[in-house]
């Protein structure tokens, strides 16, 4: 028996590509294996060739496989698009209507199953994605009822009718590819797994979940690729807590209904992906200026203008950091794990409240898209932190204003929201004094100027950098960012087993830059190697820039819209320190 396998199907868009994995995933949940996704998909609500990966596994994994061990293929292009990942003796399961073909030099075992024939036996082709994934399904020998049971419940809604054909679908599928196998195949029977409750999620919904968590009652958004399922998650979820979500008419109003919101005392959040970031860079300078808490989500892509909107990239790093005209204190948070999405969320708020900042919170296609198990979120380690909102504001003498932007020695000055008695102030994007009044005073300005920049020197969050098994004095030091995590931890474990050592960080404050907390790793280690999916290595960068040892910085990177797989990255490690022996 195996610990862990790969499965993929892959067809025309808008075909039963992505209902087909959710269900298979599902079951293989319910039984308790651990598992990570990817899915590869085109900018078009129709056609085009799609693809879902899942790797199976008993242990936790945070990254693709290498290699895939079953496809299900709906059409040669499948086939023809995918086949050169399959290992040795892999399994092709295709449909035998458009007379599946082996490519040149692929050694699979190719099984025809008349998945289609058998979708308009039972009256439409609809079901031919039940039969393929009854087929797959049957080649591990897993128990059907579990299988059975997903099914169920995705199409419950629309009748008993229709849950009976689809199980008949599956039955069917099971049927037909165990009759050309001549049973389950021996070399791809998985573990038990162990049975324990997971998660199974994006970090989307994780994200969203999080803001719910925190207290987050309003959403102003534009639907963009791949940040829309954040905005459709709270769509559902909000009205249950009294909240509400708004469309609208693009990423600025967006951005400036959410910091409208925060002013008034309603925690707001917005999310989009770099086009949306683009548009939203004055409002995010008004949001320092104004020193209103907003949280924005990042969700990184192809870039640049469209770029790969449905494609992997983590290279929106310096528009987070430095987008904005003039200077503001600004936080940039960078989750890597479903459960840090959720956290660190909940974190993004009680930052932007307690130093009355504009926080983005960084994530990339990858992390945001593909499904993955997480462990239980444990709801007891929610701490929902106001920073200095003042509820009772003490009178103030001769008619006054209340000083909102008082010179406070950390930069947080009091802040109170509209209704509070005796806080009434002004609020204006230009320049201005204690009480809010526009002044274009040089002392004033250079004494608000500090006072906010002040904010940065004592910003302090959970887990700045995350450091995973170190070793002391290692050959080389990973650095990562976003979904490259699990990633590289593969490639750690491997390289060590030729005796490389390593270290390996994720940098999950972009901004300010937690440099003395990554100095002391930097200089003990060898080679730096940075990984991250960009051309021009923007967190390399940032570490050259705030620790230094520019001469031991190397960049992996990857930027043709695919994550990494640790291959890759032990293939590098390998490479880099080959040369520093020499």
Wanted: glycine share 8%.
């Amino acid at each position: 028996m195996i610990s862990q396998l790969s499965w993929k199907i892959g067809g025309q868009q808008g075909e039963g590509v992505e209902s087909t994995d959710r269900i298979f995933s599902t079951a293989l949940n319910r039984l308790g294996y651990y598992l990570y996704g990817y899915r590869h998909f085109s900018s078009r609500i129709k056609g085009g060739h799609t693809n879902n990966k899942i790797r199976i596994s008993t242990k936790p994994i945070r990254a693709i496989s290498d290699d895939l061990d079953i496809l299900v293929a709906f059409d040669q292009e499948s086939i023809d698009f995918n086949a050169h990942e399959l290992r040795d003796n892999g399994v092709i399961v295709a449909d035998a209507k458009f007379n599946p073909v082996l490519p040149e030099g692929i050694k699979a075992r190719l099984f025809p199953v008349p998945i289609t024939a058998i979708a308009e036996e039972l009256g439409t082709s609809l079901f031919k994605n039940m039969a393929a994934s009854g087929a797959s399904w049957a080649l591990l020998g897993l128990p059907i009822d579990v299988f059975n049971k997903a099914v169920e419940e995705e199409f419950g809604r629309k009748g008993a009718a229709v849950v009976e054909k689809n199980i008949e679908a599956v039955r069917k599928g099971a049927e037909s590819v165990l009759e050309l196998a001549g049973g389950p195949i021996s070399d791809f029977q998985l573990e038990p797994a162990d049975g324990k409750q997971k998660l199974f999620m994006i970090g989307n919904d994780a994200i969203a979940l999080g803001a719910v968590a925190a207290g987050c009652r309003f959403m102003p958004a534009y639907p963009i690729t791949p940040a829309s399922e954040v905005m459709e998650y709270l769509i559902k979820a909000l009205p249950k807590f009294g909240g509400t979500v708004i469309q609208t008419e693009d990423e600025i109003a967006a951005c400036t209904m959410a910091i409208g919101a925060n002013y008034a005392g309603a925690r707001s959040l917005t999310a989009s992906a770099g086009p949306g970031l683009s548009l939203m860079m004055e409002a995010i300078g008004l949001a320092g200026m104004t020193e209103t808490p907003v949280v924005i989500v990042d969700t990184q892509r192809g870039g640049p203008s469209t770029g790969l909107p449905t494609k992997q990239e983590q290279s929106d790093l310096n528009a987070m950091v430095y987008g904005t005209h003039g200077e503001i204190p600004k936080i940039v948070l960078s989750p890597s794990t479903i459960e840090e999405c959720f956290y660190d969320t909940i974190e993004a708020f009680n930052l932007a409240e307690k130093y009355q900042v504009p926080v983005i919170l960084m994530t990339d296609l990858q992390l945001s898209l593909g499904k993955q198990s997480a462990e239980m979120l444990d709801y007891n380690r929610i701490v929902i932190d106001r920073g200095t909102l003042v509820t009772e504001a003490p009178e103030q003498p001769d008619n006054q204003l209340f000083k909102r932007y008082e010179f406070a020695e950390n930069g947080v000055s009091p802040r109170v929201i509209p209704g509070v008695k005796n806080g009434i102030h002004h609020v204006t994007g230009v320049e201005h004094d204690q009480t809010g009044r526009p002044s274009e005073s040089t002392e004033n300005r250079q004494r608000m100027m500090d006072k906010r920049l002040e904010k940065l020197k004592h910003i302090q969050v959970t887990d700045a950098i995350k450091v995973d098994a170190p070793n002391e004095n290692p050959d080389l030091l990973i650095i990562g960012m976003g979904s490259t995590g699990g990633t590289i931890d593969e490639a750690r474990a491997r390289v060590a087993q030729v005796g490389i050592s390593t270290n390996h960080v994720t940098v999950r404050l972009i901004h300010p830059f937690p440099a003395e907390q990554l100095r002391p790793l930097v200089e003990k280690a060898k080679t730096v190697i940075v990984v991250e999916n960009n051309a021009t290595g923007q967190l390399a960068d940032q570490i050259k820039l705030h620790v230094g040892h520019a001469d031991k910085i190397k960049n992996v990177l990857k930027y043709n819209g695919n994550p990494f797989l640790p291959a890759e990255i032990e293939e590098k490690c390998k490479e880099l320190t080959l040369a520093w022996q020499r």
